[in-house]
Structure formats: C-alpha cells, structure tokens
C-alpha cells in the first residue's frame, strides 16, 4: 500500500497571505489528523476529520482549519499567516482494524516570511 | 488532561552501545502509548505501540518498550545501537476516550558517536 501522501512538501508565504495543504491518507484509512511541529512547541494536535466530520480539535485560533472530502482525503487551511505559523505541517492517516496506530505523512515545510 | 515527559533532551551513545530513552506520561486510566522516530526533514515512523496485554512489547530496527504501570512510565531500548538510529524519538499517548487525537513528548535527539 502506499503511504500517506502530503502536498506540497514546500511552501513560502508571506504575512497576511493564506495558504492550503493537501493529504491523502493510506488507503481504505477514514481517519485524518494534523498536527503542527515547531521547535519551540513541538507536535501538537491541530484537528483530526472522520468520514468528512471533524471529531476532535486541538487548542487553535479559528484561522486553522480543515476538511475531508468523501475519498477521505484531507486539506487544511490557515489563513492571514503569521510569522508563527512557520511549522512542519504532519497529517497522520488511522485505519479502522488494527491496533488503531496513525501513519504520518512526510509533512508539509512551511515558511511564512 | 493527558501528558507525556521526555527528560532527556538529548543523548549521545557510541555504536554498538546500549540505549534507553525515558518516557513518563500522565493519564488517568490505561492509555495508548507509542514511540515514533523522526529522522532529519522527514515525517515520524512507527517504532512500536501498546494498547494492552505483554508489557514488553517488540517493535521494528530491534527496539522494545515496555510498559510499567505503578512508574507511568514506557521505556524505549535498543541493545546495540546502529549509526544509522541517530534521530529524534518521540514518545507519544493516545487517549483512549479522545479518539485519535496524540499528546507528544518533546523528543529525545540521539547522536551516535563511531
């Protein structure tokens, strides 16, 4: 099976700007998390989408956001970009059988200037 | 609220040398743990997990965990270390009530000296 897949692997945006990122989760996988990884903050839990529903959300201002789509793959959106927003962007990808463990993707570089 | 302590920031062992990484967390019943790897620019990889059961559990590149309920504490080992494991080790919880929303430690960089 493929793993999970995640576009584009680098970004550079500017303040103000808004940017979009793109997931495909492992085959036959429902469920789509994503999580921010910074030096200062480490991994954090942005939000995690289950057959198009959001079903947790993570300690965010509302310019994160997400969605799925019925191929069960996942974008986010973060709008008006802060320096601070300047992070590795992970999606993890959970299958329904299984020990119920998340496969990441390679994550997303994004740099905001 | 669940949480997760990796004391050790950093580590540097020789190869062929023993490592434990530490990993200590908080929560209130019997959670999901987990140990992931990150090498340099790329995303994290499964080393192992627990969910129940044996409380040693074997994972993937020779590493094994195990589980200590009266510490809350699931260790991460390797007899002898390869110069290729130097990486950053993430050890993760998993709630169990909270679907599959992840708390992370803060990592442990691990250098391996020749």
């Known amino acids: 099976k493929a793993g999970v897949t995640q576009t584009p692997r680098y970004l550079i945006k500017t303040r103000g700007q808004q940017v979009t990122l793109s997931c495909s989760p492992i085959?036959?996988?429902?469920?789509v998390s994503w999580y921010q990884q910074t030096p200062g903050q480490g991994l954090q839990f942005l939000f995690e989408?289950?057959?198009?529903?959001?079903?947790n959300k993570g300690n965010f201002p509302g310019r994160f956001s997400g969605r799925q789509f019925s191929n069960s793959r996942s974008e986010m959106n973060v709008s008006t970009l802060e320096l601070g927003d300047s992070a590795l962007y992970l999606c993890?990808?959970?299958?329904?059988?299984?020990?119920?463990?998340?496969?990441f993707g390679p994550g997303t570089r994004l740099t905001v200037l | 609220a669940q949480s997760v302590t990796q004391p050790d920031i950093h580590i540097t062992v020789s190869e062929g040398a023993s490592l434990e990484l530490r990993c200590n967390y908080s929560?209130?019943?019997?959670?999901?743990l987990f140990w992931y790897v990150q090498s340099p620019g790329q995303g994290l990889q499964l080393l192992l997990k627990?969910?129940?059961?044996?409380?040693l559990v074997q994972g993937i590149k020779g590493f094994e965990a195990e589980f200590k309920r009266s510490q809350s504490s699931f260790n991460l080992r390797k007899p002898s270390v390869h110069w290729s494991d130097a990486a950053e080790y993430f050890c993760?919880?998993?709630?169990?009530?909270?679907?599959?929303?992840?708390?992370f430690g803060g990592g442990t960089r691990v250098l391996v000296k020749p």
């Open positions: 993890a990808s959970r299958g329904t059988s299984g020990g119920g463990e998340q496969f």
């Open positions: 085959s036959g996988h429902r469920s």
């Open positions: 989408y289950f057959s198009e529903t959001q079903r």
């Open positions: 929560y209130g019943a019997t959670p999901y």
């Open positions: 627990y969910f129940s059961g044996d409380t």
């Open positions: 993760a919880v998993g709630a169990r009530a909270a679907g599959n929303k992840l708390t």
